[in-house]
C-alpha cells in the first residue's frame, strides 16, 4: 500500500492517510441539492473528489464512494410553489441532470447516490436517539438539536456562531430555540408540503440530518473520508458532527476531512442573484469536457481557482500540448534502457507528488518536464513514454491518446452503474452512461444474460 498524506480539516494538519481497515477506504463526499441545474463549482468538486478516488484505487486501495442526494429540502419546496409542479418531480428531473452532467465530465468513481427519501426510517431513528439522550427538544413546528448538549460542537471549523461572510441558504429561525444556533432536525408538517407520518408527527427532515442517517446506514456511525466544498465547513458539517456523534457516543464520525477550493467565475463568486452563476451545462459551450477537466485538476484541490476565458485557454493549450506529444511517439520503436528509465522516473515522481496530499499541478509539472526532456533527446519516443501517457490518463481522464480508451476497469464500472440504473428505470441517466462509451468507441450489446461491451476496431 502507498503511502498517502493528506491534509485533514479535523486536525488542520497534513497526515498520514490511515484508514480503519487496512485496505478499504469508505469515502462520502456531500452531494448536489437537486432544485436546480448544477453549477461549475459542483464540477469543480466533484471533478477533484472524483480524481482522489482513483488515485486511492491506483494505490491499492478498494474504495467505496458515497455520495447523497438531498431530493427533500426547502430550495426544491420553494422551486415547486413557484412553477407549480410537484416537488417529488422537481427534485427528480435536476438529479438526472446532475447525473447526466457528471457523466459528461467523466466522474465515473461514484459507487453509491442515496437519495434522502429513501433514508426517512434511518433519519427518524437517529432522531429518537438524541432525544433519549437528552441532545434534541421540541418546539411547536418540529425538533432541533440543543448545541449546549454537544461541547465539542466547533472541533472542526474552531467557531461556533455564524460569521456575516457565511453563505448560509437553510437558517432555522425560531423565536424559542434555546440557542440561536440550534438547527433543526424535524420539520413539522406545512400545508402543500411533502411529509411522512412517523413516530415524530407528520413532516420531514432537517438538512443536516440526512447526510449522517445516509452514512451510518452505508458504513456505520465512524468511517475514514468525508469530503466537500469548504463553505460547507460551518454549519453543516459541524451539524453533522454533533449529530452523528452525539447519537452513537463514539468519535470521530470521519477521521479525515478534506475541503476543496472554492471557485470564482469571471472575476466574481457565483451568485444567481447578480447573474454570476454559470451551469454545467452552460460550460460546455465554452469549453469541451477535457478542458474542463483538466481546468479544475491543473489546480490543487484545496485552493480556490477563477473560471474565465483566459483560464479555459490556458488549460486547452496544456491539455494540447500533452496529446500532441503523445502523437509523435512511434510505439514501434524499441526503448533502450535509458529511455525507459526517463519514464519510470517520472511516473514515480508524480506519484511523489500525488502521495503529498494528491498535488496534480506537482504531478503534471513533473510530466512537463519529462515532455521537455524526450523533446530534446535524440532517440525517438517509444512505447514506454505512451504507457506512461496511459497510466496519466487513466487518473485525470482529460487526454485525447490515439490508440488509447478508457481501461476495462473504468469501463467495467460504468456498465453496471448503467445496468443498475436501468433496473431503477432511470432511463436517462442510463442512456447518457451508453452515450459516453459509444463515444469513446465502446459498444454495447444487451441480453437477458446481462451486458456484454467490445471495442471498436478501425482499419
Known sequence: MMSIKVHNTLTNRTEEFRPDREAEVRMFVCGPT???????????????????????????????????ITDVDDKIIRRSAEEGVPPEEIAAHFENQYLE????????????????????DAIVDQIKRLIERGHAYQL???????????????????????????????????????????????????????????????????????????????????????????DLIFPHHEAEVAQMEAASGIEPLARYWMHTGLLRVDGDKMSKSTGNFLTIRDALTRASARTLRYAFLSQHYRSSMELND????????????????????????????????RAAEAWKAMRECLDDDFDAPGALAVLFQYI????????????????????????????????????????????????????????????????????????????????????????
Open 140 to 230: 411547536d413546528d418540529g425538533w432541533y438539536f440543543d448545541l449546549a448538549s454537544f461541547p465539542a460542537y466547533g472541533k472542526l471549523s474552531g467557531r461556533t456562531e455564524l460569521r456575516p461572510e457565511d453563505s448560509v441558504s437553510r437558517i432555522d429561525d425560531h423565536s424559542k430555540k434555546r440557542n440561536p444556533g440550534d438547527f433543526a432536525l424535524w420539520k413539522g408538517r406545512k400545508d402543500g408540503e411533502p411529509y411522512w407520518e412517523t413516530e415524530l408527527g407528520q413532516g420531514r427532515p432537517g438538512w443536516h440530518i440526512e447526510d449522517t442517517a445516509i452514512t451510518e446506514t452505508f458504513f456505520g456511525p465512524s468511517y475514514d473520508l468525508h469530503g466537500g466544498a469548504v
Open 310 to 341: 483566459s483560464t479555459l485557454e490556458q488549460a486547452r493549450g496544456a491539455r494540447r500540448r500533452i496529446e500532441n506529444f503523445a502523437r509523435t511517439i512511434d510505439p514501434a520503436h524499441t526503448d533502450s534502457p535509458a529511455n525507459t528509465a
Open 34 to 68: 437537486v432544485y436546480g441545474p448544477s453549477h461549475v463549482g459542483h464540477a469543480k468538486t466533484y471533478t477533484q473528489f472524483d480524481f482522489i478516488a482513483r488515485y486511492l484505487v491506483a494505490s491499492g486501495y478498494e474504495v467505496t464512494y458515497l455520495q447523497n
Open 101 to 120: 452532467d457528471m457523466a459528461a465530465l467523466g466522474n465515473t468513481r461514484v459507487d453509491i447516490h442515496a437519495r434522502a427519501h429513501d433514508h426517512i
Open 372 to 459: 521537455r526532456e524526450q523533446n530534446r533527446a535524440e532517440e525517438p519516443t517509444g512505447p514506454t513514454a505512451l504507457r506512461l501517457i496511459e497510466d496519466v490518463n487513466s487518473l485525470f481522464g482529460c487526454f485525447d491518446i490515439p490508440g488509447s480508451a478508457q481501461s476495462d476497469a473504468v469501463i467495467d464500472h460504468l456498465v453496471r452503474e448503467r445496468d443498475r440504473l436501468r433496473a431503477a428505470r432511470e432511463f436517462a441517466e442510463a442512456d447518457a452512461i451508453r452515450d459516453q462509451l459509444t463515444q469513446q468507441g465502446v459498444v454495447l450489446e444487451d441480453s437477458p444474460e446481462g451486458t456484454r461491451w467490445w471495442k471498436e476496431t478501425t482499419s
